[in-house]
């Protein structure tokens, strides 16, 4: 499937084109095309298992896809030796999700928000160096005395933070952000999820928003894309996700998300899903989602939906029609939760 055709080549940050990731049997992504606007954020959300972290190791080569196509800022990167990825490698950036696990126990705060420099063509003295990297922490909201301290004497907020300044020291043209919230407590999630948004406001940076925290979507992004067992099935617009969801794995996800309103909370229905819960190993004929949804029907089973134009967006779905409108799965049953 090719990916948006709308959108002019100068403006696209990102375009994933057919990307393919396979582990032996296993079909982790399987065909996932999307585009990412300069300075826009899309948020790629899906149940654990999705494939959505494997997407961002693959734009940024920690994994070799199988097949497709990676471009970022119009290059293919997907067949460059390590060399020409590193040269290549300042226009794009990735936070993980766990700070404590990405960070090198044994090197100094400084060294590692300042290794990308050391890595790059072309030499920077010491002092410039230096200067960068308390100008990087200064911007992370961060001391420059942080510098002189090893990743285990910080907070995981601030460990965090130090991952996202080393990620942004090279002005990457793109970042992404693997689940970067999950790991913190919950107290500091809201911190540091501000601080990327006010990062992204103030520099411009496209950013791929990887995580399943819908509330986190609502406020950052500009785009959605939706990963069930390895596919898209539904990308768009924020709002005409949130508002008229036109897949019925989106409209179960969103059922499910919590609301901070109670008597809304209340008067929302829950949605009741097949427990049939299938693998990547083996995923189903036709629809990957039709052994848990309560619309599927025949065609369901034997043949695969493909991603249709819906005004502003993309859904794969049988049921829906050229406008977004179709069944509404939420309208199906009033209890359940989607695991």
Do not use: W
Not at 119 to 129: E, P, Y
Not at 237 to 252: D, G, K, L, M, N
């Amino acid at each position: 499937m090719k990916p948006d055709t709308d959108v002019a080549l100068e403006e696209v940050a990102l375009e994933l084109e057919d990307l393919v990731m396979h582990f032996g049997s296993v079909r982790a992504v399987d065909g996932v095309s999307l585009s990412i606007r300069k300075g826009q954020v899309t948020a790629l959300v899906g149940e654990s298992g999705s494939g959505k972290s494997t997407v961002g190791r693959c734009i940024v080569r920690l994994l070799e896809p199988t097949a497709g196509v990676v471009r970022i800022g119009g290059v293919d990167v997907t067949h460059l030796s390590r060399r020409q990825m590193r040269r290549h490698g300042k226009e794009v950036s990735i936070v993980f999700q766990d700070p404590a696990g990405s960070l090198d126990p044994r090197m100094l705060v400084g060294d590692v928000v300042g290794e990308p420099l050391r890595l790059q063509a072309g030499r920077i003295s010491r002092r410039d160096r230096e200067e960068r990297i308390n100008e990087e922490l200064g911007r992370v909201g961060l001391r420059a005395e942080v510098a002189r301290r090893y990743p285990h004497e910080l907070s995981g907020g601030q460990r965090q933070r130090v991952s996202i300044a080393r990620a942004l020291i090279s002005s990457p043209s793109l970042l992404i952000a693997d689940e970067p919230t999950s790991a913190l407590d919950v107290s500091v999630q809201a911190s540091v999820l501000n601080l990327l948004a006010d990062l992204q406001r103030d520099i411009g940076f496209a950013c791929l928003f990887i995580t399943h925290d819908l509330s986190a979507v609502e406020y950052l992004a500009d785009d959605v894309a939706v990963m069930y067992l390895g596919q898209l099935v539904e990308k768009g617009s924020r709002e005409r996700v949130f508002a008229r969801p036109a897949h019925p794995y989106t409209q179960a996800l969103l059922a499910a998300a919590p609301v901070a309103d109670p008597p809304r909370q209340r008067a929302r229905k829950a949605v009741l899903l097949g427990d049939d819960l299938p693998s990547a190993l083996d995923p189903p004929s036709g629809c990957r989602f039709h052994t848990r949804c309560p619309l599927a029907f025949d065609r369901c089973t034997a043949e695969v939906p493909q991603l249709l134009g819906i005004g502003d967006g993309d859904a794969a779905c049988h049921l829906v029609g050229p406008d977004g409108a179709g069944p509404d799965v939420r309208q199906t049953n009033s209890a359940g939760s989607l695991q």
